[in-house]
Structure formats: C-alpha cells, structure tokens
C-alpha cells in the first residue's frame, strides 16, 4: 500500500446559514433556522469518527434560536470553531427598506467599501458576544470576494479568508472570477487564503497536472470544439471536496489527484440546511441525506486511515 504524506491536513467547513430558496432570489426576509438539532447531531457524529468543525455562520442563524442553541451546545468543543459567513440580504445595516436585494449585492464584495465593513463588523461583534472570542476566519457569502475584502478583514482582526472557489466563474452573475485559481494558499496583506478544494481530474494525468497548475486554460479549452472534444475523451472535469453533488468515489479521486500533485491543505464543505431533508437541491429525498451523511462520514474516516491525514480546525491552518 502506498504510504501518504503524514502533513496532509482537512478542514470541515459547513456553511452555517438560514434556510432559502436558492432560486427564488435573496430576501431580507429569508431568515428561517429549523435545522439546528440535525445539525447538532450530525456534527457530534462527524466529531466521533475524528473530524474537526468550522461553523462559519451568518448573521440569521446566530440570530436565530435554533443557531443559539446549536452555539451553546458546541461553546466549549475543541473540535469546533464558530467563523464569520457574511449573506449581505440578512445581515444589518440596511440601507433601505427593500425586502429584496439585486442579485449583484448578494455579493459581499460588490458593496460599497464602507457598507461591506460595517455588516462584517455587525456580524464580528455579534458572533464574539455570543461564543465568548473574536471569529478570525472568513467565508464570504457566495465566495463574494471584492477589491475591498482583504482591506476590511485585516481592519477587523481577521487571519484567514476562505472564500475562493478555485476553476469557478460567477461573472455571469455579476461575482468573481476565480477561474485564475488553483488550490494553493497564499498570503496578501497578511491575510492567509486557503481556496475551498476543487480540481480538474482527467483519466489522462498530464492534462489533470497541466489544468491544475495553469488553471486559467481550464476555462479556455471549452471555448473550441476542438479542446472540447478532446476533454470529452478524456473526461476532464471539474470537482469539489463535498457530499453535495459528488459521490464518495469522486472525492477519494480529487484528493488522490491533488496529493499527487502536492496539495497538502484540503477543505471539505457543504451548507448547514443539506443535514435535514428537503432544504435543499442536494437533500430532496431521504435517500438522499442517507447518502449525504454516509459519505461525509466514510470520507472522514478515509482520509484519516488511507492518507494518514490530520484534521484542523481552519483557526490551526
């Protein structure tokens, strides 16, 4: 059996937040927290097999009951870390009366500078008055990075961003463009960036290692017929490490991949309302979470027992 870089290391990183629709637009009303208890069991399970959780949460599920309640069940759990998710729709100031919000500021990063600063800090201050410590880790909402971001994280104290999204374009949308953007962390202004993992695999490895490291030709070679075909043959695709969308073979393929390719640092995710049926696209049937579930916890245990991984909390990176 071949033997694993005992340095590779995993963060669970669930994106804590309020229930919607996600194709019904973003409204300041969406505020609705109805799965706290399956959350807090699914996350004492994901702990019992050996994992490590950062909640990052948003400012409706810290307002919330069920996310107080979830909050003070893990308060002092070493194997949690409560961070900052910032959904802009549900996170005061406000600066108008409008229920619903442009799709372009569902983005974090489009805001204002000042607007973006003021509602990471409501939400800063709010999550430190509730677990008892400073958040230090980010995860913008939609990975809505902006020019300004970095600037206002630094300002508040923040150590850590994760909210890159490697190989993904939202500008039809109006969002960032990471499609420049592998795997590796890197450190600007004294913020550490540590992308969520997603990779290009390919049955062909030259291809897997030529996109992985010049991920901006991943994007490009769908332009033509002619690139397209040949990444048809060679089933090129692109990947995220998460139960949602990807079964327990894709994962183990991905982080394979990406450990042949040096990656040390992986970031498992999903969002917190896929843990109870019928919240969102990936949880419709109960097959479904069974599955859901299943995978995330045998994923856990792999890469604990096969790649010899360790599991952090993002805080630890």
């Known amino acids: 059996m071949k033997e ?10 669930i994106h804590t937040e309020e229930e919607f629709n996600w194709n019904g637009g973003f409204f300041r009303s969406n505020n609705k927290v109805t799965h706290g208890r399956e959350l807090i069991e699914f996350c004492e399970e994901i702990i019992n097999v050996g994992g490590k959780v950062t909640l990052a949460m948003d400012y409706a599920f810290v307002n919330s009951e069920q ?6 069940h893990f308060k002092n759990n070493k194997a949690i870390e409560f961070a900052t998710h910032l959904h802009p729709w549900v996170n005061p100031p406000f600066i108008d009366d409008e229920n619903k919000i442009r799709e372009t500021n569902s983005y974090p990063g489009n805001l204002p500078e000042e607007e973006e600063f003021q509602k990471l800090k409501v939400l800063t201050d709010m999550i430190e008055d509730k677990v008892g410590y400073k958040p230090t880790t980010y995860l913008a909402g939609r990975y809505g990075i902006g020019a300004n971001t970095n600037k206002t994280l630094k300002e508040l104290g923040y150590k850590t961003d994760i909210s890159i999204s490697p ?27 540590w992308p969520h993992t997603t990779g290009v695999v390919s049955k062909v490895s030259l291809l897997t290692k030529y996109f992985n490291a010049n991920p901006s030709y991943y994007a490009q070679s769908f332009q033509k017929l002619s690139t397209k075909i040949v990444n048809k043959l060679a089933r090129v695709r692109r990947q995220r490490l998460s139960p949602e969308g990807f079964n327990l073979s894709d994962m183990k393929k991905l982080t394979l991949s990406q450990i042949a390719l040096g990656q040390t640092d992986f ?4 969002h917190s309302p896929s843990v109870k049926l019928g919240l969102t696209p990936y949880v419709e049937v109960e097959k479904d979470l069974t599955q859901f579930k299943q995978n ?3 994923y856990i245990q792999w890469f604990t027992e096969t790649v010899h991984g360790e599991h952090i909390l993002v805080k630890d990176h």
């Open 4 to 13: 694993y870089n005992s340095m590779n290391q995993l963060s669970i990183v």
């Open 67 to 72: 996310g107080q309640q979830v909050i003070c």
């Open 167 to 193: 190989f993904t374009d939202y500008s039809n949308q109006l969002g960032p463009n990471f499609n420049h953007r592998n795997n590796s962390v890197f450190i600007e202004n004294g913020i550490s960036n």
């Open 267 to 270: 970031i498992f995710s999903f």
């Open 296 to 298: 995330t916890l045998d």
